[in-house]
């Protein structure tokens, strides 16, 4: 009993210092390339609705999601609130915090029970017909050892919904 107990409590310390020792912030970056004007892609970064109706990869996941927008049409302030099966889409929302405009859209992510995160969508005209759409992630995982653990596995569960977010967004753009 003593050896079983000796052998949890230390695969448990050995967790805990793993979580300190990983990264405190959790970074995710994606690009793709588009063949159509930035005007037709940014109008699809700047607005919450197309993102959601368009190319978001979760949109799909949930049929019986509850989707509410509010504060600006568009740009500055625009808001989504989403909630659905916490085991697919959870409950969140997603703010448009700040925008340069024809390059770039900070948006803010607030997990319900899991913190928040910083999202950009960066523009870039390549001048031959072709943008450059990058799309950034990054959360601050703090001094949580457990969400730090997590934040290591951001590629492994977030990067292919990231990639098949922008296939449907260069599809989008490219009819």
Same mark, same amino acid.
């Given at each position: 009993?003593?050896t079983? =107990?000796?052998? *949890?409590? &230390?695969? *448990?310390? =050995?967790?805990?210092?793993?979580?300190f020792?990983s990264? $405190?912030?959790?970074? =995710?970056h /994606?690009?793709i390339?588009i063949?159509? #004007?930035?005007?037709?892609?940014w109008? %699809?970064m *700047?607005?919450?609705k197309?993102?959601v109706?368009?190319w #978001?990869?979760w #949109?799909?996941l949930?049929?019986?999601?509850? %989707?509410e927008f #509010?504060? &600006?049409?568009?740009g500055l302030?625009a808001?989504?609130? !989403?909630s659905?099966d916490?085991k697919k889409?959870?409950?969140?929302?997603?703010? *448009?915090?700040?925008v340069?405009e024809?390059k770039k859209?900070?948006t803010?992510?607030?997990?319900k029970? /899991?913190?928040?995160?910083?999202? +950009?969508?960066i523009l870039?005209?390549?001048?031959?017909?072709? +943008?450059?759409v990058? !799309?950034?992630?990054?959360s601050?995982?703090?001094m949580n050892?457990?969400? $730090?653990?997590?934040? $290591?596995?951001?590629?492994?569960?977030?990067?292919?919904d990231?990639?098949?977010g922008? $296939?449907s967004?260069?599809?989008? +753009?490219?009819?």
């Amino acid at each position: 009993m003593i050896t079983a =107990l000796i052998i *949890i409590g &230390s695969l *448990i310390v =050995l967790i805990v210092l793993f979580g300190f020792l990983s990264p $405190r912030y959790a970074r =995710l970056h /994606r690009s793709i390339e588009i063949k159509a #004007s930035p005007e037709v892609i940014w109008e %699809q970064m *700047i607005d919450l609705k197309n993102f959601v109706g368009n190319w #978001s990869p979760w #949109s799909k996941l949930d049929p019986n999601m509850k %989707q509410e927008f #509010s504060g &600006s049409e568009k740009g500055l302030g625009a808001r989504y609130f !989403w909630s659905g099966d916490p085991k697919k889409v959870g409950e969140g929302t997603m703010e *448009i915090i700040e925008v340069k405009e024809g390059k770039k859209v900070d948006t803010k992510i607030a997990f319900k029970g /899991r913190g928040t995160a910083i999202a +950009c969508f960066i523009l870039e005209d390549n001048g031959s017909g072709t +943008c450059k759409v990058t !799309w950034d992630f990054e959360s601050d995982n703090g001094m949580n050892p457990i969400a $730090r653990i997590f934040g $290591r596995m951001m590629e492994k569960f977030i990067g292919p919904d990231y990639e098949k977010g922008l $296939r449907s967004l260069k599809d989008h +753009c490219e009819k």
